[in-house]
């Protein structure tokens, strides 16, 4: 497949001012507004989704997996292409992707139908969490970036607490459907903003997609995914079934390892692991996606099944948590843009998040909601201050010509550890609801037979059962949820660990768009230098000395 691209953008270099960074920039922040109002519209109403198509746990979990399966499996081919092709019209396409999905979502008839349109969405969200931070890169120097990151982070808060808000409210009084049309109007405002104000250069190159290298990454993840839901109940984990499967996920990705050590345009870059600040911002997006995908997923069915709220009061309950990530995710951002300073933040983030979850893990069906309400305080507080920064320091490390894909690769790894978190989650979750409750009934002298799909992972509707049944399913559900949440501490430690070793390189003063002009200036002197000393062998490494100058945070690294 080959694409061209011959848009043409105000001059390289020219300094922008800050209207000219903040009218494009509402058009981003509108798009990624869409791609999270339209996901998070439905946490607060999944329970009552599932329940109303008869779904069962495992269903639940694949409603928000093949979401973030798609989102992971795509964000580095739409980072790729953002490398090599016009990155407006990709933020435009994405959109209109993800607006399609969520319209088709909405019509779903069963489980099956709605997994299946769910996917197509998170193609659409894999290339607007892939694009929007490229686009910034491009506007933005790293030094002014982090003021802007804040807002992202702002606006990712409010579509996170707005979004279950609303659905709470929509499914309350309309119905759950109609919470998959919310995003249209403003994704069709977003393309139009983007079209008159997004103006970047793009450079004219002939793109070559590595597709069996996607491939062998979206078959080995999905069959590591599949595994992680069935095994427990299925099949024994440490049956031949599971070693098959996980031996199968093995081979296919080491296969994509090969295949992108190969390609001439790989979809991830090995080369990027030879950065330091890179392979540990990697380490740590696993389990800040593990927290934030994991506890949002969660969180729902902790409010509605082991506290007896509504959708709309789910939503409502959510708010301490949504509220650390907005405060501390602008109020270091500002800090970040002014000092010029991030390691110290980003560590006391990984620490806060850290001691977040290892509180919730305490949780139960009858904990205080003042405690419930601080401990998601401290828990969004950390993942506001590591989120979005880990990105930020990332694009400052590496080549202005890789920014695309080397964003899009953090990006990738924070959604695939949300995915197989949130699949590892679910299993533990419906293993452990199924034993509590059973062994629950049981004790009660109740023959599990008789008590309907309590003990095979059925979602309950607590207003249909009986008294000491509903507290007997409360009960399992707050045990479990917060069993789930300590399942995320130890990756949350190798997250400080990882933070804490990152090089400490203060952040630059120019965009990507300004060092890839200044690169190619200088690699157009240079060369017509040795031409005119008749040193033409020369030309090559004088080429790679001009692009490393585009990007000596990483040459210094290397160093």
């Known amino acids: 497949?080959?694409?061209?691209?011959?848009?043409?953008?105000?001059?390289?270099?020219?300094?922008?001012?800050?209207?000219?960074?903040?009218?494009?920039?509402?058009?981003?922040?509108?798009?990624?507004?869409?791609?999270?109002?339209?996901?998070?519209?439905?946490?607060?109403?999944?329970?009552?989704?599932?329940?109303?198509?008869?779904?069962?746990?495992?269903?639940?979990?694949?409603?928000?997996?093949?979401?973030?399966?798609?989102?992971?499996?795509?964000?580095?081919?739409?980072?790729?292409?953002?490398?090599?092709?016009?990155?407006?019209?990709?933020?435009?396409?994405?959109?209109?992707?993800?607006?399609?999905?969520?319209?088709?979502?909405?019509?779903?008839?069963?489980?099956?139908?709605?997994?299946?349109?769910?996917v197509l969405q998170g193609l659409g969200a894999g290339g607007l969490t892939a694009l929007v931070q490229v686009v910034m890169a491009d506007i933005i120097p790293p030094r002014e970036r982090g003021r802007y990151m804040g807002l992202l982070g702002a606006v990712m808060a409010v579509a996170t607490v707005g979004g279950p808000l609303l659905g709470g409210v929509i499914t309350d009084s309309a119905g759950w459907r109609w919470n998959f049309y919310i995003a249209v109007p403003f994704a069709i405002a977003a393309i139009i903003v983007l079209q008159k104000t997004l103006h970047i250069p793009t450079h004219k190159r002939k793109v070559t997609i590595d597709y069996l290298g996607a491939v062998l990454i979206a078959a080995g993840v999905s069959l590591l995914l599949i595994w992680v839901t069935l095994a427990g109940n299925q099949f024994e984990w440490g049956s031949v079934a599971s070693i098959a499967m996980v031996g199968g996920a093995v081979l296919l990705l080491a296969a994509a390892v090969v295949t992108e050590l190969k390609v001439k345009e790989p979809i991830i870059p090995m080369t990027l692991f030879k950065n330091r600040t890179f392979w540990l911002a990697v380490i740590a997006s696993i389990s800040v996606g593990v927290a934030m995908f994991g506890t949002s997923v969660f969180l729902s069915q902790y409010m509605q099944l082991a506290r007896g709220k509504t959708p709309t009061e789910s939503g409502l309950l959510t708010i301490p948590m949504i509220g650390g990530v907005l405060i501390s995710s602008i109020v270091i951002g500002q800090v970040i843009s002014r000092t010029g300073k991030w390691k110290r933040y980003m560590v006391t983030g990984s620490v806060l998040l850290t001691i977040g979850l290892a509180l919730m893990g305490t949780i139960r069906y009858d904990t205080s909601f003042v405690l419930v309400f601080l401990f998601m305080f401290v828990m969004g507080s950390g993942v506001g201050m590591v989120m979005q920064n880990l990105v930020l320091i990332v694009q400052n490390a590496v080549d202005p010509r890789q920014i695309g894909t080397a964003s899009a690769s953090v990006a990738f790894f924070r959604s695939l550890g949300g995915t197989i978190g949130v699949s590892v989650m679910g299993a533990v979750l419906g293993s452990r609801i199924t034993t509590l409750v059973t062994d629950g009934i049981v004790k009660m002298g109740i023959d599990p037979a008789q008590a309907g799909n309590l003990g095979d992972g059925g979602i309950p509707n607590l207003s249909t059962l009986p008294g000491p049944i509903r507290t007997l399913v409360e009960s399992a559900y707050g045990e479990a949820v917060a069993d789930v949440f300590l399942l995320a501490v130890p990756l949350a430690i190798i997250s400080i660990i990882a933070i804490s070793l990152l090089p400490a390189r203060s952040l630059g003063t120019k965009t990507s768009v300004e060092q890839i002009a200044e690169a190619e200036a200088a690699t157009l002197v240079a060369v017509s230098a040795a031409e005119i000393a008749g040193d033409p062998e020369g030309q090559e490494e004088i080429e790679l000395q001009a692009a490393s100058q585009a990007a000596p945070g990483e040459a210094t690294e290397r160093a």
């Open 1 to 118: 497949m080959s694409l061209t691209s011959t848009e043409t953008s105000p001059i390289a270099g020219t300094p922008r001012t800050r209207r000219q960074v903040l009218v494009p920039l509402s058009g981003l922040l509108l798009g990624m507004f869409v791609a999270l109002l339209a996901s998070t519209v439905v946490s607060s109403s999944l329970p009552k989704i599932i329940g109303d198509l008869g779904g069962t746990q495992a269903g639940y979990t694949w409603v928000v997996t093949s979401t973030l399966l798609a989102t992971t499996v795509s964000t580095p081919i739409w980072g790729k292409l953002a490398d090599l092709t016009n990155r407006k019209l990709l933020i435009q396409i994405s959109l209109v992707v993800f607006v399609v999905g969520s319209g088709l979502a909405g019509l779903a008839q069963n489980t099956e139908m709605l997994i299946f349109f769910r």
